[in-house]
């Protein structure tokens, strides 16, 4: 059998592999059409249908979008989203770098003790009520602070950080220590470019953790000029307080159109954050098994 040749065992492998990954991507992806078609259908024959939607139900209508946009805490709160994205994204990285880095020396005497410290408030939380009363203390409620700070460090992602920049030679740090070069050119000049895949992994995971929270500005904000996006979708979603169907009375004709505000609620808040994953979509796989696998 020639290199290029595959054994039959080989063949079926892939045969079946492909067939579950298609299952798997028709899973994943017929809620999410499902939704979109929806968003778009008739409202009063949504309301009556029952099941998967592959094609909008009646003549298409963009009413649940207009709906949506007219809401003013929308807005705000994508606002809001964003900046906590960007703020919380951008410095749960860089510490989650520094974090890795430090972890990762074993120059360093504590590492061990330090890492086992970090691990075991994995493990081990202490709970809502101390945390809010922390962030009481701190006088960070009603700030967005009490958003980004109790959640702006992962202890899975600093573990992967730290394994990924453990696999670097030694020889590296050795050369530049001998030209003169201090940690912090070490870190940002050659450890970070050679770890980018990972970083870019981990840049990931914290830009969809924070676009997702909500649970944060629940404990913590009472003013709804800063709630975040999901913040208000939970309002849309489950409370359905009168003022989500942008601030109409539900016992007005836009009762009918409660159901198609919350799809379209739901394709506007997921939407961008999907179409960050294409961009790091390369570096995914790589970047997972290099902070993964030691040795």
Same mark, same amino acid.
């Given at each position: 059998?020639? !290199?290029?040749?595959?054994?039959?065992?080989?063949?079926?492998?892939?045969?079946?592999?492909?067939?579950?990954?298609?299952?798997?991507?028709?899973?994943?992806?017929?809620?999410?059409?499902?939704?979109?078609?929806?968003?778009?259908?008739?409202?009063?024959?949504?309301?009556?249908?029952?099941?998967?939607?592959? &094609?909008?139900?009646?003549?298409?209508?963009?009413?649940?979008?207009?709906?949506?946009?007219?809401?003013?805490?929308?807005?705000?709160?994508?606002?809001?989203?964003?900046?906590?994205?960007?703020?919380? &994204?951008?410095? $749960?990285?860089?510490?989650?770098?520094? !974090?890795?880095?430090?972890?990762?020396?074993?120059?360093?005497?504590?590492?061990?003790?330090?890492?086992?410290?970090?691990?075991?408030?994995?493990?081990?939380?202490?709970?809502?009520?101390?945390?809010?009363?922390?962030?009481?203390?701190?006088?960070? &409620?009603?700030?967005?602070?009490?958003?980004?700070?109790?959640?702006?460090?992962?202890?899975?992602?600093?573990? #992967?950080?730290?394994?990924?920049?453990?696999?670097?030679?030694?020889?590296?740090?050795?050369?530049?220590?001998?030209?003169?070069?201090?940690?912090?050119?070490?870190?940002?000049?050659?450890?970070?470019?050679?770890?980018?895949?990972?970083?870019?992994?981990?840049?990931?995971?914290?830009?969809?953790?924070?676009?997702?929270?909500?649970?944060?500005?629940?404990?913590?904000?009472?003013?709804?000029?800063?709630?975040?996006?999901?913040?208000?979708?939970?309002?849309?979603?489950? #409370?359905?307080?009168?003022?989500?169907?942008? $601030? !109409?009375?539900?016992?007005? $004709?836009?009762?009918?159109?409660?159901?198609?505000?919350?799809?379209?609620? #739901?394709?506007? !808040?997921?939407?961008?954050?999907?179409?960050?994953?294409?961009?790091?979509?390369?570096?995914?796989?790589?970047?997972?098994?290099?902070?993964?696998?030691?040795?």
């Amino acid at each position: 059998m020639t !290199a290029t040749q595959k054994s039959p065992g080989r063949i079926v492998f892939i045969i079946v592999n492909t067939i579950i990954m298609i299952l798997v991507c028709i899973v994943c992806l017929l809620p999410m059409w499902h939704v979109l078609m929806a968003s778009v259908s008739d409202p009063i024959a949504l309301q009556k249908f029952k099941g998967l939607l592959m &094609t909008p139900i009646g003549e298409p209508t963009h009413k649940g979008y207009l709906l949506v946009m007219q809401n003013p805490n929308i807005f705000t709160s994508y606002i809001n989203t964003i900046i906590y994205v960007i703020v919380g &994204t951008g410095l $749960g990285a860089t510490l989650t770098l520094i !974090a890795g880095y430090i972890l990762s020396r074993k120059t360093f005497r504590y590492r061990r003790v330090l890492m086992s410290m970090i691990v075991f408030t994995m493990l081990f939380r202490a709970g809502m009520i101390p945390q809010y009363l922390v962030v009481n203390a701190l006088q960070l &409620t009603d700030t967005r602070w009490a958003v980004i700070l109790p959640s702006l460090l992962s202890v899975f992602n600093i573990t #992967i950080m730290r394994n990924a920049i453990e696999q670097l030679p030694a020889s590296l740090e050795e050369s530049a220590r001998i030209d003169g070069a201090g940690d912090m050119l070490i870190l940002f000049r050659i450890v970070a470019p050679l770890v980018k895949a990972t970083f870019a992994v981990i840049v990931l995971f914290y830009a969809v953790a924070r676009w997702n929270e909500w649970f944060n500005a629940m404990i913590y904000l009472t003013k709804r000029e800063l709630f975040p996006l999901q913040l208000i979708l939970r309002e849309i979603l489950i #409370i359905n307080q009168n003022t989500v169907t942008a $601030g !109409a009375d539900i016992s007005s $004709g836009l009762d009918n159109y409660k159901e198609l505000v919350q799809y379209a609620t #739901i394709i506007v !808040a997921t939407v961008p954050i999907l179409c960050i994953y294409p961009f790091v979509q390369k570096h995914f796989v790589t970047g997972v098994m290099i902070g993964a696998v030691k040795g």
